[in-house]
């Protein structure tokens, strides 16, 4: 059962050209007590990332190097990580994150859980000194229904929350349920394994204590998905959809994501063929499949609107340095 405070952590890493920042997260890791592993995976970069991330190595034996020859993904990657390493439980970090010190510490304190995640720190300007609020380290329980909600994007907002958590995972569960990730994947891979591993019966927690930093940064590899990733993205709901042991509640916020998701698509579609082959090529795509016409519409008349208060709010003087994912309470100083 997850949540004995001594097991022990494999920290996954999968870098593509993160030469800046692949020593800052490896660094933050084997900082990490609970750490026993951490296992980089460098997935065909054209820069210095593998030489830097051994550069980072505390000589105590725990950082392993590999390299894709070729660029296969994020979700091959951390497949291949976690089939050549051991730790009874699995942490997942972006190349260009890292851990705020004594991160794992209240996690491993709860126990009744197979996922369990902590808040997130985005920052906007990173300095040395930066430091998250303390927070008490009150703990809940996510639901499918409340993850799978948290993922569909509100008017105004233009990404749901909840995909962002970084959960530590007990690799007994993922084993013991065939879970990995999918490779047809390079978007929406971590919700899509989030989710299958819930209607499987994951027991995930979640609590407010923040302990993973996320850089905001305006050229992120989540910006620059293709039209292909979201047909994916939306047919992995469909083959969620065709577990038989879904309840009802679940089975409907499914089906309101993927078609949340499919409408992203059918926009992307369009402007595609409008970018590719002018207007009235775009205008006869459209009439040749009526259906997406809503969709479509939709989207525009949203994107108009994101552009017109764009244009119309104030600049901020300056951006914030760091905001929450959650909020929490103040912990009570000592």
Not at 192 to 200: E, I, P, Q, S
Not at 217 to 229: K, V, Y
Not at 270 to 288: E, M, T
Not at 306 to 320: F, Y
Request: a neutral charge.
């Amino acid at each position: 059962m997850a949540g004995n405070s001594s097991e022990t952590i494999c920290v996954i890493i999968a870098a593509r050209n993160a030469a800046e920042t692949i020593g800052i997260a490896i660094q933050s890791a084997l900082n990490e007590v609970h750490v026993s592993e951490v296992v980089v995976v460098d997935d065909g970069s054209t820069d210095a990332t593998a030489d830097v991330a051994r550069k980072a190595d505390d000589r105590s034996g725990r950082l392993t190097v590999v390299s894709f020859e070729k660029n296969r993904g994020p979700s091959a990657a951390r497949n291949h990580a976690i089939a050549i390493s051991s730790a009874p439980l699995i942490s997942i970090l972006d190349a260009d994150d890292f851990f705020f010190a004594g991160r794992f510490k209240p996690m491993l304190a709860e126990d009744g859980w197979d996922f369990i995640a902590d808040n997130i720190a985005f920052i906007y300007e990173l300095n040395e000194s930066i430091r998250p609020e303390r927070f008490e380290a009150r703990a809940r329980t996510m639901s499918l229904t409340e993850f799978v909600e948290g993922n569909i994007s509100k008017l105004g907002v233009k990404r749901g929350e909840t995909g962002f958590l970084k959960p530590v995972m007990s690799r007994a569960f993922l084993d013991a349920h065939g879970l990995r990730y999918d490779e047809s994947m390079r978007f929406g891979e971590d919700y899509d394994f989030y989710v299958r591993a819930l209607a499987r019966g994951a027991r995930y927690k979640v609590i407010e204590h923040c302990g993973y930093g996320a850089i905001v940064r305006q050229d992120s590899l989540s910006g620059r998905h293709l039209t292909e990733d979201l047909r994916k993205f939306y047919e992995a709901d469909n083959t969620v959809l065709t577990d038989p042991a879904l309840s009802e509640e679940a089975r409907a916020i499914i089906v309101r994501h993927r078609d949340f998701i499919r409408d992203r698509y059918e926009l992307r579609a369009f402007l595609d063929v409008k970018s590719q082959a002018g207007k009235g090529a775009a205008i006869r795509h459209v009439l040749s499949r009526p259906q997406v016409l809503p969709a479509v519409a939709k989207g525009i008349f949203l994107d108009k609107l994101d552009l017109l208060r764009a244009r119309s709010s104030k600049p901020q003087a300056q951006p914030p340095g760091m905001r929450y994912l959650l909020p929490g309470i103040p912990a009570a100083q000592k």
